[in-house]
């Protein structure tokens, strides 16, 4: 494993972080896959107080004092149920029981989107609370996520005297929120930064047929993931890159890539690559949703990035796959239980126009011909479920 010195205060980070957004819902799965990441070098771990079960998975297997001493746990603030000063200490008191720890070392305001949301923690009263749980040594490390536009991001590096933030950056990405640009703004005021998204919610693992044969043909042992990764480590401004890791595959791959100290290399002709790889990825999206699933649950029960991706997928793999996938996938969850409350769009860490696309989608993929289709499916599969 690759490491790199955290600039502000010596830790050693690894190059590859684990995500935990999207852990196994098999605990011995999950225990499995966290204890080979440390045991491969993986010391960097990341989850947050709205992922579902993701902070008490991760407390369970590191409860073992000698595991938990071995890594950095990052978790975030929600932000959104910050009302009141006192709510500060609720939340985070649930944090550390569920981690079953006495202390976080890197502690983020979760999806700070502009310097106006920092300024509501602020009058409450969140640098006093900061200030008194680095005393004790609950917190070591403040920062913030972000998935805001370029000049947001810039705004709120300036609002305070941060010790790391966590970026959205793929090669897809490199004018979209933070992008390029806040990336190497942030570095030059000191700030480290960590990446999620690298493959932009498994965009980047799965290209058009031309861009994957693009690859193949220059380095035929590279898969896309490699590729992807490739990119963003060669940024040295990058302290750390999140996957959201949920097999022992990919956490096996992914610490390869980030254990060859050559990978990350590019040369110009690889750089080429890749920005024409881009180029045939944004002809094709339609709508730029990562599925990182801020904006769900959905009252209505809409599942909005699976509708997003299956919508995708029809310049990807065609209207009739895109269509068949759409009908097995989404029954019970449809674009058309959408009824335009809003609620969502206050969410999206994209700023998607969700409600705008949901009726696309639904025009699109909600044909005539939806719900014989989805009773062929179900018949087929032995299946008794209504659409």
Known sequence: MNYRINPKNGDRLSLLAFGC???????????KIIKTAIDEGVNYFDTAYFYPGSENALGRVLENNYLRDKVFIATKCPTFFIKKTSDFDKYFKIQLER?????????????????ENWQKLVDLGALEWIESKK?????????????????????LIDANDWDFTLIM????????????????????????????????GGKLADLPIKAKNMFAAELPAHTPVEWAF???YSHNEVLTVLSGMNSMEMVKNNIKTASDADSYKLTNRENELIASARELIMAKTKIPCTGCNYCMPCKHKVDIALCFACYNDIAIEGKTKAFFDYTYRTRGHRASFCVGCG????RCSQGIEIRKNLKEVKKKLEGGLLKPVGGLIRAYLGENRED
């Not at 005393?135 to 705004?155: D, V």
């Not at 979209?176 to 999620?196: C, H, S, T, W």
């Open 99 to 115: 981690l079953r720890t006495n202390r976080i070392d890197y502690y983020l305001m979760h999806m700070l989107n502009g310097p």
């Open 21 to 31: 957004m999207r852990l196994p819902k098999d605990f011995a799965v999950t225990e």
């Open 169 to 200: 950056y793929n090669y897809y990405d490199v004018n979209n929120q933070a992008g390029r640009d806040g990336l190497y703004y942030a570095a030059e005021k000191g700030v480290p930064v960590m990446v999620m998204e690298p493959l932009r």
């Open 135 to 155: 005393k004790s040594g609950e917190i070591k490390n403040l920062g913030f996520s972000f998935h805001g536009g370029a000049e947001n991001f810039r705004k």
């Open 230 to 232: 490739r990119w963003i």
């Open 343 to 346: 609620e969502c769009e206050a």
